[in-house]
């Protein structure tokens, strides 16, 4: 019970059983690979989002980023004729520049991280809301190796999964490697634990948060292409508000806001747990404008769970 | 007894602020020295600069008689420096075994840079190793969280970490701050052992009674300066005190009584 992964995972199991008595469809195969289908998407940004969490950093421009990368693909497609390919490449390459861009600044100048990116955030958008002139795109559709990698689909049974489900799994696993098991998952857990203490046992805190805001704006772009291949389409606007989603994902798993304390498989339950609530509250017949009050109320009672549950173990 | 470490001249300022001018001393094998000193007197940057905090502006550092260069934490523990700042050598979050380890973890396929494995059952056993070795074993579990210890607990872990990588010198920075009596000497004893373990042990510390309980020298520094350098056999707590605050105080006494 000490585990915070392993509160949130039995409200996680309560919430799945809650809503499959509620409505009979919610654990139905058509539903259930509908969750799928949206889960690995913001599911691959909290990976990100939990290691810069746990460095003790966090990175609000990641919604904007989603939105920019498959847009500035598709344009160089559209317009430069680049191939597919290469026109991946470069998004990715754009959010690697974005991603050091955000690290520099916080760790050179020490400008805390959540007002460099949300100003990140700002430009980011707007940036992708000019280069559209607002319009979206219409994405990659022809048949071929970047769809199949990024969008393909495949059924087990009733059920329908896109290869992004793989994508997650894969990422979640080399996130949970890196976090538990490597030399770098301890010094991500000592800068946010300790920052001081690690610099003075020689751990290069600057240069492993620059890396982690990287891979979070990458892990961003790469979902924001995912999706863009998925629904055929690159909106300028899409990804809007995914970094508070993501955020609550994250601590709703018990990954500590303060940093320190991260923990994936907690992120993966926090993921589920988020698509679940979104899901079957429309199912249960919440109306719709009243739908992220409901969102709001229960992510805040999860909290309070988790800080009782929290409070209990380290009294015992 | 062999010389250590040597420092000559060191000086350091900051904008217009001269905190270190012209700081010299030497400090030899198996020897307690006290760096005594009021606040801005100029002790944290001695410290800071040898362990690699920042560089130092002028001046020279000479490890067993061969001139270094430390520009950073790194630099200065490669050298046998290790620094015990207070409060803030242990990440809280991490384990007792993964603290021990930190920036110096025994990892698996070495050729994974810092994506290789730890070593688990190294890292465990080694750091139980440790903990029995320091007499702490019966208490801490390698495992626990360091935030579930006591701040005296913490010192601990954290002198045996230095004690452990072999250092030449290691710095104690106020490691009796906020600490309790037991605590203290409990950290005391430390300091001595630590002696008889041969390393050299340079102390900070307001605590001058501390300082006659373990220290074999004093070494007194006033504005950015050293101003005295004493074998604790040879002078008294009252004199001790004239040095740090820069009058006369043992005049003073004498005049009273």
Known sequence: MRSPQFSSFVILVVLLVVFGIADSNFLSPLNISNMMAFLPELGIIALGMTLLLTAGEFDLSVGAVFGLAPVVAMLLVQNAGLDIGVALLAGLLLCIAIGAINGVIVTKIGISSFLVTLSMLLIVRGAALYITQGFPLKSWDQPGFFVTLLAGSFNIGAFRFYTSLWWFIGLSLLAVYILRYAKLGNWISAIGSNRNAAVARGVPADAVKIWLFILTSVLAGLAGMISAFRISAASPVAGTGYELEVIAMVVVGGTALTGGRGTILGTVVGALMLRAIRNGIVLVGVPGLAYNIFVGVIILAMLILHALLQKNAARS | ?257
């Open chain 2, 1 to 257: 007894m062999q010389e250590v470490l040597r420092l000559q001249n060191l000086q350091k300022s900051f904008g217009s602020v001269r905190a270190l001018k012209k700081a010299s001393l030497t400090l030899k094998e198996g020897e307690v020295v006290a760096l005594l000193g009021d606040n801005g007197a100029g002790k944290s940057t001695l410290i800071k600069a040898i362990s690699g905090v920042f560089p130092i502006d002028r001046g020279d550092i000479y490890v067993r008689g061969e001139k270094v260069s430390i520009r950073t934490t790194r630099e200065a523990m490669d050298l046998g420096i290790e620094t015990i700042h207070q409060d803030t050598s242990l990440a809280p979050d991490l384990s007792i075994a993964r603290n021990l380890f930190l920036g110096r973890e025994p990892v698996n396929l070495k050729w994974l840079g810092v994506f290789a494995p730890l070593d688990r059952a190294k890292l465990r056993n080694a750091a139980s190793e440790l903990l029995k070795r320091v007499g702490i074993s019966k208490k801490l579990d390698a495992d626990a969280l360091v935030s579930t210890l006591s701040g005296g607990e913490r010192q601990s872990i954290a002198i045996s970490r230095a004690m452990q990588f072999a250092a030449k010198v290691i710095i104690l920075d106020e490691p009796t701050n906020n600490l309790g009596v037991e605590e203290t000497h409990g950290v005391l004893r430390f300091v001595k052992e630590m002696r008889e373990a041969g390393h050299s042990v340079l102390l900070i510390t307001h605590n001058i009674h501390h300082v006659f309980e373990v220290a074999d020298r004093i070494i007194v520094m006033r504005r950015g300066e050293i101003v005295a350098e004493q074998t604790v056999a040879d002078t008294d707590l009252l004199t001790v005190e004239s040095l740090i605050t820069g009058a006369d105080l043992s005049a003073l006494m004498k005049r009273a009584q």
